[in-house]
């Protein structure tokens, strides 16, 4: 019985680890987001033969024919 308790007490502590990191993880991607946008935005803009067009805000930029 004692056994079983440990396992049990091990499942949670490696639950609290999953809970914590994604909880930073989807921190660092609301708080970069815009940025993460506007680097893939620029990166296709070039690609198709576009210029890219800065928004007011981060992740606001667009694609614009020349």
């Known amino acids: ?34 940025y993460l946008q506007d680097s893939m935005t620029k990166s296709s803009c070039n690609l198709v033969g576009k210029v890219y067009v800065e928004g007011e805000h981060p992740g606001e930029g667009t694609c614009v024919d020349n």
Request: zero cysteines.
């Open 1 to 34: 019985m004692k056994n079983l308790n440990n396992k049990g007490q091990a499942l949670v502590e490696y639950l609290l680890i999953i809970a914590v990191i994604s909880v930073i993880v989807v921190s660092v991607v609301k708080l970069l987001g815009g």
